[in-house]
């Protein structure tokens, strides 16, 4: 296992292990219960669903990570006023680390429902607690520490995809070469694997996966867990991109019990964003993914549930009168009910029907013109594929930024499609060269970097080749809708949800031709396709959603009823 030069553990050891005065202890005694631990005794142990936050009242507690062999590391020794726990304590999710009493201790401990009330009421000691769960995760993250093994080469596609599932979930990993690691060999002989069999994932419990899939690894971690079809939320949120999370942000802080569902990780597109430029507050930008970790994290302290992965294939009314309940199915076949829906489901941006287009995404194929895309093309040729108004506005940008822009058409002309002053722009810009009725051919290049693009005008043209290592797609999106089909839903032509008076006349705004059913974000019909748009209709959403559950049969479900109900996801 290797750790980092400089470990975050170095760096802000004092905001991850902070010692709570004994007023505080005293002031957060109302949350817990005093539980009283012997000598050795174990109180986490790695894989386990722990107790809670455990502060330690009386003696001392060894912080420890294992590997496969069983070797033990001590990460940290906690002493009187110190607390043990991270972000796993937030939701009720297994241990990372294990924990052991050196000395007879007696501790405190706060269970996540306990803790969640704690945070929110405790607003400064809250932050300081709040932190330090961030900072040991992130700490836990370097190390690989309490995750997943995955045993595969580097470059193996499979390894990429589920250590990326893992990266973009949060959760500590590592990974093995199966040819230099000395551990991976043992673990390979010991389950009998032949090498076509690689991937395999040892999770913390010691279950072998032989190369699973994202749902298959995220239930072995417990990342995720069964949903009781019996529950009924307030809200049922569908995509944890910015929009999904900003309304789970809103109503949880409101007191409404939320589940938020999504088929792949938190973040949705922005999640993708390398560096977000244009969100409010951020002035030299913030990476996506941690914009995204923040609301993630933030959803959890307010009680919001998560279920991630988890893909919802269909919406149905319950067969209850009135519009108070639906019923999501998912993939696995599991229920879920809510006395309101938020499709916040997005789109994904339309992709090139050309052969080998995912290997050059990232480096060399974009769906984005933003500063930081410019200046990987800074001084060189790049193509444009797009005839819409957003293809214009990055055409334009980009002209100033590089050395030229070939803009290509499928069409006949850019006027049909785009706005006039764009059009006249870009006719005005030197190094822009319109090729109308032009289609992408071939892609060439190595290592995931473009060296040449293909295309050819006409049906009848002749193909031409040139040296280009950026191509950019602006050729629209596509919301993620299919799983609406047949749910009474009204879509648009492009199959974007239509919401307020473009459905009925008597609707709510973002409210789609189904009571009780709202759309947010990307996925709406005529939205402003921007996170912070994402994140207002998700705030503006919940005083909707606040007056149809006030009209359907009882008051909304609060968030201490739900816990004293003793769901655990
Ligand atoms: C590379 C890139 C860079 C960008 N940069 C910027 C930027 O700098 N500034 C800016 O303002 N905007 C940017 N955008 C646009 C911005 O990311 C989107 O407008 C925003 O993410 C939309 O948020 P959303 O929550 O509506 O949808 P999404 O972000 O699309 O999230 C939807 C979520 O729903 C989930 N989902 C879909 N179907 C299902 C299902 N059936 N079941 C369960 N879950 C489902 C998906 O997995 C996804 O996580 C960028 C987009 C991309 C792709």
Redesign the pocket.
């Known amino acids: 296992m290797s750790v980092p030069v400089q470990s975050i553990i170095d760096t802000r050891r004092h905001q991850m292990f902070p010692v709570l005065e004994p007023a505080e202890i005293e002031r957060v005694r109302r949350f817990g219960k005093v539980r009283s631990y012997g000598v050795g005794a174990a109180l986490a142990k790695v894989g386990e669903v722990g107790l809670g936050l455990t502060i330690i009242l009386a003696g001392k507690v060894d912080i420890t990570q294992h590997d496969q062999s069983g070797r033990r590391t001590p990460i940290v020794s906690y002493g009187v006023g110190a607390f043990m726990g991270e972000l796993a304590q937030l939701a009720g999710r297994p241990a990372l680390v294990d924990a052991h009493a050196q000395e007879p201790v007696e501790a405190l401990i706060i269970p996540p429902d306990q803790l969640r009330a704690l945070l929110i009421a405790e607003a400064e000691l809250g932050e300081r607690i709040m932190r330090a769960l961030i900072l040991r995760r992130v700490g836990l993250i370097e190390t690989g520490a309490g995750g997943p093994v995955i045993v595969g080469r580097a470059e193996n596609g499979d390894v990429l995809r589920l250590q990326g599932f893992l990266r973009r979930n949060g959760h500590p990993h590592q990974r093995l070469d199966p040819e230099t690691d000395p551990e991976a060999k043992a673990l390979i002989e010991r389950f009998h694997v032949d090498p076509g069999q690689l991937p395999i994932v040892l999770c913390p419990d010691g279950q072998l996966l032989r190369n699973p899939s994202e749902s298959e690894l995220a239930r072995c971690i417990r990342l995720v867990g069964p949903i009781d079809p019996k529950h009924v939320y307030d809200v049922a949120v569908?995509?944890?991109?910015?929009?999904?999370?900003?309304a789970a942000v809103y109503a949880g802080s409101e007191g409404l019990s939320v589940l938020v569902?999504?088929?792949?990780?938190?973040?949705?597109?922005?999640?993708?964003?390398?560096?977000?430029?244009?969100?409010l507050g951020f002035p030299t930008g913030i990476s996506?993914m941690a914009l995204m970790a923040r609301a993630y994290n933030q959803a959890q302290k307010f009680g919001v549930e998560m279920a991630i992965?988890?893909?919802?294939?269909g919406l149905d009314a319950a067969g209850h009168p009135g519009p108070s309940r639906f019923i999501l199915t998912?993939?696995n076949n599991e229920r879920v009910t809510a006395r309101s829906i938020v499709i916040?489901?997005?789109?994904?941006?339309r992709r090139l029907a050309v052969e080998n287009l995912e290997t050059f995404e990232g480096a060399s194929v974009?769906?984005?013109a933003?500063p930081l895309e410019a200046k990987l093309c800074a001084g060189q040729e790049v193509a444009l594929v797009g005839a819409g108004n957003s293809a214009g506005q990055a055409a334009v940008y980009l002209a100033s930024q590089v050395a030229k822009v070939w803009l290509l058409v499928r069409g006949g002309d850019l006027a049909s499609s785009m706005s006039r002053y764009l059009v006249d722009r870009i006719a005005s810009l030197a190094n822009v060269e319109v090729l109308t009725q032009t289609s992408v051919t071939g892609l060439e290049g190595r290592d995931g970097m473009l060296v040449a693009i293909r295309w050819r005008r006409g049906a009848s043209g002749e193909e031409v080749r040139r040296p280009i290592q950026h191509l950019f797609l602006f050729i629209g999106a596509e919301p993620?809708t299919?799983?609406l089909s047949g749910s009474g839903v009204a879509l648009d032509a492009k199959g974007f949800v239509l919401t307020g008076a473009d459905t009925d006349e008597n609707r709510q705004p973002l409210e789609t031709s189904r009571r009780g059913v709202f759309a947010?974000?990307?996925?709406?019909s005529r939205?402003?396709?921007?996170?912070?748009?994402?994140?207002g209709?998700?705030a503006q959403v919940v005083a909707t959603l606040h007056t149809v559950l006030a009209a359907s049969d009882r008051e909304p479900v609060r968030n201490r009823e739900i816990v004293q109900e003793g769901r655990n996801r």
């Open positions: 569908v995509g944890a991109g910015p929009a999904g999370l900003a569902l999504d088929c792949r990780a938190f973040g949705g597109q922005a999640g993708a964003s390398a560096r977000i430029e244009n969100y996506g992965p988890d893909e919802v294939i998912l993939s916040a489901s997005g789109a994904r941006y974009h769906y984005w933003s993620n299919e799983w947010i974000g990307d996925v709406r939205s402003v396709k921007r996170v912070a748009a994402a994140v209709e998700g």
